[in-house]
Protein backbone atom coordinates (compact mmCIF):
# COMPACT_ATOMS: atom_id res chain seq x y z
CA UNK A 1 0.00 0.00 0.00
CA UNK A 2 0.91 3.55 -0.58
CA UNK A 3 0.68 5.85 1.82
CA UNK A 4 -0.05 9.67 0.86
CA UNK A 5 0.00 12.49 3.05
CA UNK A 6 -2.17 15.71 1.79
CA UNK A 7 -1.41 19.06 2.69
CA UNK A 8 -3.74 21.98 2.65
CA UNK A 9 -2.80 25.44 2.66
CA UNK A 10 -3.10 28.94 4.58
CA UNK A 11 -5.90 28.38 6.66
CA UNK A 12 -7.65 25.65 5.53
CA UNK A 13 -7.98 22.24 7.08
CA UNK A 14 -8.61 18.80 5.83
CA UNK A 15 -12.02 19.07 5.36
CA UNK A 16 -11.70 21.30 2.66
CA UNK A 17 -9.89 18.55 0.52
CA UNK A 18 -13.74 18.13 0.10
CA UNK A 19 -14.20 14.56 -2.25
CA UNK A 20 -10.68 14.96 -3.76
CA UNK A 21 -9.21 11.60 -2.13
CA UNK A 22 -11.87 9.51 -3.11
CA UNK A 23 -11.35 11.00 -6.56
CA UNK A 24 -8.25 10.55 -6.22
CA UNK A 25 -8.29 6.87 -4.80
CA UNK A 26 -10.68 5.80 -7.75
CA UNK A 27 -8.20 7.32 -10.32
CA UNK A 28 -5.72 4.54 -9.54
CA UNK A 29 -7.84 1.89 -9.09
CA UNK A 30 -6.68 -1.22 -11.11
CA UNK A 31 -3.28 0.78 -11.65
CA UNK A 32 -1.14 1.18 -8.95
CA UNK A 33 -1.17 -0.13 -5.58
CA UNK A 34 -3.84 1.05 -3.27
CA UNK A 35 -3.45 3.91 -1.58
CA UNK A 36 -4.20 5.16 2.24
CA UNK A 37 -4.24 8.89 2.23
CA UNK A 38 -3.49 11.16 5.35
CA UNK A 39 -4.42 13.86 5.65
CA UNK A 40 -2.79 16.32 8.81
CA UNK A 41 -3.73 19.90 9.83
CA UNK A 42 -0.99 22.62 10.25
CA UNK A 43 -0.91 24.08 13.93
CA UNK A 44 -3.61 26.78 13.57
CA UNK A 45 -6.38 25.20 11.76
CA UNK A 46 -8.98 22.45 11.79
CA UNK A 47 -8.33 20.32 14.45
CA UNK A 48 -5.40 21.98 15.52
CA UNK A 49 -7.26 25.47 15.52
CA UNK A 50 -6.42 25.72 19.03
CA UNK A 51 -2.80 25.64 18.86
CA UNK A 52 -0.77 28.70 17.54
CA UNK A 53 0.29 28.78 14.08
CA UNK A 54 3.99 28.93 13.84
CA UNK A 55 5.42 31.43 11.98
CA UNK A 56 8.18 28.70 10.66
CA UNK A 57 7.16 26.32 7.90
CA UNK A 58 9.75 23.51 9.20
CA UNK A 59 8.06 23.93 12.77
CA UNK A 60 4.82 23.09 10.55
CA UNK A 61 6.43 20.59 9.11
CA UNK A 62 7.46 18.76 11.94
CA UNK A 63 4.11 19.11 13.40
CA UNK A 64 2.74 17.35 10.59
CA UNK A 65 5.47 14.42 11.33
CA UNK A 66 4.57 14.47 15.07
CA UNK A 67 1.02 13.83 14.04
CA UNK A 68 1.69 10.86 11.64
CA UNK A 69 3.53 9.49 14.18
CA UNK A 70 0.88 9.43 16.79
CA UNK A 71 -1.05 7.87 14.76
CA UNK A 72 1.22 5.03 13.77
CA UNK A 73 1.68 5.45 10.41
CA UNK A 74 5.86 5.62 9.44
CA UNK A 75 7.52 6.72 6.51
CA UNK A 76 8.03 6.38 3.59
CA UNK A 77 5.27 8.64 2.18
CA UNK A 78 4.35 10.47 -1.34
CA UNK A 79 3.46 14.25 -0.77
CA UNK A 80 1.04 15.70 -2.47
CA UNK A 81 0.23 19.85 -1.70
CA UNK A 82 -1.42 22.91 -2.05
CA UNK A 83 0.45 26.20 -1.96
CA UNK A 84 1.26 26.87 1.58
CA UNK A 85 1.04 23.18 2.31
CA UNK A 86 4.10 22.86 -1.04
CA UNK A 87 6.42 24.52 1.55
CA UNK A 88 5.85 22.26 3.82
CA UNK A 89 6.20 19.23 1.84
CA UNK A 90 9.64 20.83 0.46
CA UNK A 91 10.93 21.80 3.67
CA UNK A 92 10.68 17.86 4.70
CA UNK A 93 11.88 16.56 1.23
CA UNK A 94 14.84 18.97 2.40
CA UNK A 95 15.29 18.15 6.04
CA UNK A 96 13.97 14.24 5.28
CA UNK A 97 14.76 13.21 1.86
CA UNK A 98 14.33 9.22 3.44
CA UNK A 99 11.00 9.87 3.88
CA UNK A 100 9.54 11.09 1.16
CA UNK A 101 9.25 8.78 -1.78
CA UNK A 102 7.52 12.27 -4.22
CA UNK A 103 6.47 14.94 -4.28
CA UNK A 104 3.36 16.97 -6.42
CA UNK A 105 3.08 20.15 -5.72
CA UNK A 106 0.20 21.87 -5.99
CA UNK A 107 -0.52 25.84 -6.80
CA UNK A 108 3.28 27.19 -5.24
CA UNK A 109 5.68 29.28 -4.94
CA UNK A 110 9.01 29.92 -3.47
CA UNK A 111 11.68 32.24 -2.40
CA UNK A 112 14.25 32.86 -4.24
CA UNK A 113 13.09 31.88 -7.14
CA UNK A 114 9.65 33.77 -7.78
CA UNK A 115 9.50 37.53 -6.60
CA UNK A 116 6.81 38.74 -4.35
CA UNK A 117 4.88 39.97 -6.59
CA UNK A 118 4.00 36.41 -8.56
CA UNK A 119 4.09 35.04 -5.33
CA UNK A 120 1.30 37.12 -4.17
CA UNK A 121 -0.11 38.66 -7.10
CA UNK A 122 -1.42 42.25 -6.49
CA UNK A 123 -4.94 42.20 -7.23
CA UNK A 124 -5.65 39.31 -5.12
CA UNK A 125 -3.85 41.37 -1.86
CA UNK A 126 -6.58 43.84 -0.73
CA UNK A 127 -9.06 40.83 -1.00
CA UNK A 128 -6.50 38.48 1.57
CA UNK A 129 -6.26 41.58 4.11
CA UNK A 130 -9.90 42.00 3.43
CA UNK A 131 -10.82 38.51 4.91
CA UNK A 132 -8.19 38.56 7.54
CA UNK A 133 -10.99 40.77 9.01
CA UNK A 134 -14.05 39.14 7.69
CA UNK A 135 -15.85 35.96 9.38
CA UNK A 136 -18.06 33.54 8.78
CA UNK A 137 -19.91 32.70 5.41
CA UNK A 138 -18.35 36.39 4.51
CA UNK A 139 -14.89 34.98 4.56
CA UNK A 140 -15.61 31.65 3.10
CA UNK A 141 -17.40 33.56 0.07
CA UNK A 142 -14.02 36.16 -0.35
CA UNK A 143 -11.73 32.94 0.07
CA UNK A 144 -13.78 30.84 -3.21
CA UNK A 145 -13.89 33.45 -5.47
CA UNK A 146 -10.13 34.24 -4.40
CA UNK A 147 -8.78 30.52 -5.15
CA UNK A 148 -11.64 28.98 -7.41
CA UNK A 149 -11.81 30.04 -11.33
CA UNK A 150 -15.62 28.31 -10.72
CA UNK A 151 -16.59 29.75 -7.63
CA UNK A 152 -20.03 30.02 -9.79
CA UNK A 153 -20.82 27.14 -10.02
CA UNK A 154 -18.91 25.71 -6.44
CA UNK A 155 -21.17 27.93 -4.52
CA UNK A 156 -21.98 24.80 -3.18
CA UNK A 157 -18.97 24.16 -0.97
CA UNK A 158 -20.12 27.16 1.32
CA UNK A 159 -22.26 25.93 3.47
CA UNK A 160 -19.92 23.26 4.57
CA UNK A 161 -16.83 25.47 4.84
CA UNK A 162 -18.82 28.07 7.02
CA UNK A 163 -19.88 25.11 9.15
CA UNK A 164 -15.73 24.30 9.07
CA UNK A 165 -14.77 27.91 10.20
CA UNK A 166 -17.72 28.06 13.27
CA UNK A 167 -16.44 24.81 13.87
CA UNK A 168 -12.61 25.19 13.89
CA UNK A 169 -11.74 29.01 13.72
CA UNK A 170 -8.78 30.15 12.27
CA UNK A 171 -7.65 33.60 13.98
CA UNK A 172 -6.98 36.62 12.47
CA UNK A 173 -3.40 36.79 14.05
CA UNK A 174 -3.39 32.57 13.51
CA UNK A 175 -3.55 33.68 9.42
CA UNK A 176 -0.99 36.66 9.71
CA UNK A 177 1.39 34.10 11.59
CA UNK A 178 0.67 31.36 8.51
CA UNK A 179 1.26 34.33 5.95
CA UNK A 180 4.58 35.58 7.78
CA UNK A 181 5.85 31.83 7.68
CA UNK A 182 4.75 31.61 4.08
CA UNK A 183 7.01 34.86 3.25
CA UNK A 184 10.00 33.99 5.11
CA UNK A 185 10.24 29.98 3.92
CA UNK A 186 12.95 29.95 1.74
CA UNK A 187 14.86 26.81 -0.58
CA UNK A 188 17.44 27.59 -2.27
CA UNK A 189 18.32 24.52 -3.01
CA UNK A 190 16.74 21.35 -4.72
CA UNK A 191 15.26 18.61 -2.66
CA UNK A 192 16.39 14.78 -3.86
CA UNK A 193 12.69 13.47 -4.28
CA UNK A 194 10.91 13.37 -7.92
CA UNK A 195 9.20 16.45 -7.87
CA UNK A 196 6.21 17.29 -9.88
CA UNK A 197 4.36 21.11 -10.20
CA UNK A 198 0.78 21.42 -11.37
CA UNK A 199 -0.72 24.82 -11.51
CA UNK A 200 -3.68 26.50 -13.42
CA UNK A 201 -3.38 28.98 -15.66
CA UNK A 202 -6.83 31.08 -13.99
CA UNK A 203 -4.94 30.98 -10.38
CA UNK A 204 -5.64 34.53 -9.19
CA UNK A 205 -3.53 33.93 -5.94
CA UNK A 206 -0.29 32.52 -7.28
CA UNK A 207 0.89 33.24 -10.45
CA UNK A 208 1.39 30.13 -12.23
CA UNK A 209 4.63 30.79 -13.68
CA UNK A 210 5.85 30.14 -9.67
CA UNK A 211 5.61 27.03 -10.35
CA UNK A 212 6.88 26.92 -14.16
CA UNK A 213 9.97 28.42 -12.76
CA UNK A 214 10.68 26.27 -9.93
CA UNK A 215 10.17 23.36 -12.42
CA UNK A 216 12.62 24.55 -15.09
CA UNK A 217 14.66 25.72 -11.53
CA UNK A 218 15.16 21.96 -9.87
CA UNK A 219 14.68 20.22 -13.49
CA UNK A 220 11.01 18.85 -12.75
CA UNK A 221 8.41 18.06 -14.21
CA UNK A 222 5.17 20.63 -15.02
CA UNK A 223 1.78 20.81 -16.30
CA UNK A 224 -0.59 23.53 -16.27
CA UNK A 225 -4.11 23.26 -16.11
CA UNK A 226 -5.50 25.94 -19.17
CA UNK A 227 -8.65 26.85 -16.99
CA UNK A 228 -7.94 26.26 -13.32
CA UNK A 229 -7.27 28.05 -10.47
CA UNK A 230 -5.28 28.03 -7.08
CA UNK A 231 -7.75 25.56 -5.48
CA UNK A 232 -6.65 22.67 -7.87
CA UNK A 233 -8.00 20.08 -6.14
CA UNK A 234 -11.43 21.68 -6.31
CA UNK A 235 -11.42 23.41 -9.63
CA UNK A 236 -9.93 20.28 -11.42
CA UNK A 237 -9.64 17.65 -9.18
CA UNK A 238 -9.58 14.77 -11.60
CA UNK A 239 -6.97 16.60 -14.10
CA UNK A 240 -4.65 16.50 -10.96
CA UNK A 241 -5.44 12.82 -10.64
CA UNK A 242 -4.70 12.07 -13.71
CA UNK A 243 -1.53 13.52 -13.68
CA UNK A 244 -0.32 12.36 -10.81
CA UNK A 245 -1.36 8.43 -12.25
CA UNK A 246 0.35 9.44 -15.80
CA UNK A 247 3.36 10.98 -14.01
CA UNK A 248 3.90 7.21 -11.63
CA UNK A 249 3.31 5.22 -14.24
CA UNK A 250 6.13 6.96 -15.86
CA UNK A 251 8.33 5.91 -13.13
CA UNK A 252 8.10 9.85 -11.86
CA UNK A 253 12.13 9.59 -12.70
CA UNK A 254 14.35 11.10 -9.92
CA UNK A 255 15.91 14.53 -10.48
CA UNK A 256 18.74 15.09 -12.14
CA UNK A 257 21.65 16.10 -10.28
Known sequence: MTTWVF???LTREARHWGDFPQRFCAAFEGELSEADILTPDLPGNGRLHGLPSPISVTAMMASCRQQLRDQGKPPPYHLLALSLGGMV?????LRY????R??????????????????????GWPTVLGLLAARGEAR??????????RAAEMRQVLPAWTAYARECPVSTLGALRQLLAAARFSAPQKPAVPLLFLAGAADRMVHPDCSRHLAQAWAADFSLHPAAGH???LDAGDWVANEVKAWLVRGCPRIAD
Not at 89 to 93: G, P, R
Not at 97 to 100: K, Y
Not at 140 to 149: D, P
Open 140 to 149: ERGILRLTSA
Open 7 to 9: LRG
Open 97 to 100: PEEC
Open 89 to 93: AVAWA
Open 231 to 233: DLA
Open 102 to 123: AAVLLSTSLRPHSPFYQRLRPR
